[in-house]
Structures are given as structure tokens and as C-alpha cells.
């Protein structure tokens, strides 16, 4: 449980990204259960996908920032196509621009304490 306070407490678009882990697996979920035509298996599995991937980003984000901020925004993509929700690409967009902000490359102190 303190490795997902801490991935939640590590920038300002954190709790926004989980957020959208639970919109995306509960959207993937919903159509998996209520379709049943191939398409929407597909997209569904995508759904699903995607929250892993963000949820794997988000935990693994100080140690692998580059992989883990490419998880992080494939899992935040899927939020974006449900726009008839409006909140779901609204926080996509905002954790889009979280990672890109923050900066997909290691932090110079992070670098420097790598090395």
C-alpha cells in the first residue's frame, strides 16, 4: 500500500491517472459483460489494457520514468474515444499533458543518483 501512496503523491496528475485506471477498466469491463460481437471484445480487452498499462506506469514511474511514462500515456489514449462521457477524455488530456510537462526523460537528480 505505500508503493501505490507514493506513485499517487509523485506529481500533480498522479490521482488524476489512477482515476482514469478505474474509468478505463470499468469502461472495458461494462463492454466486455454487455456486447457480444467481436469488435467489442476487442475493444474492450483494449480498455483493460490500457488501465493495466497506466497502473503499471504509474507504479513503476521513479525507477523506469521513460517505459513507464509510455504505459502511462497508451493507457491514458483509451480515454480518450469515450467522449460522450466528457470526464474520461478531459482527464486523458490532463495527464497527456502531465507527462509530457513533467517530461518523459529521467530528472537530472534521479540521473545523477543513478549513476
Known amino acids: 500500500m505505500d508503493r501505490v501512496g507514493a506513485a499517487l503523491k509523485q506529481t500533480w496528475w498522479a490521482?488524476?491517472?489512477a482515476l482514469l485506471v478505474v474509468?478505463?477498466?470499468a469502461t472495458g469491463v461494462v463492454i466486455l459483460?454487455?456486447?457480444q460481437n467481436p469488435g467489442s471484445l476487442v475493444g474492450g480487452s483494449l480498455f483493460l489494457v490500457g488501465a493495466v498499462a497506466m497502473a503499471a506506469g504509474l507504479?513503476?514511474?521513479e525507477g523506469a520514468r521513460t517505459v513507464a511514462s509510455g504505459l502511462i500515456l497508451f493507457g491514458a489514449f483509451w480515454g480518450l474515444p469515450i467522449v460522450w462521457l466528457v470526464v474520461p477524455p478531459l482527464l486523458a488530456l490532463a495527464v497527456g499533458v502531465g507527462v509530457f510537462r513533467d517530461g518523459i526523460t529521467p530528472r537530472a537528480s534521479h540521473a545523477a543518483a543513478v549513476r
Open 15 to 17: 490521482p488524476l491517472a
Open 23 to 25: 474509468s478505463n477498466a
Open 33 to 35: 459483460l454487455n456486447e
Open 59 to 61: 507504479l513503476i514511474r
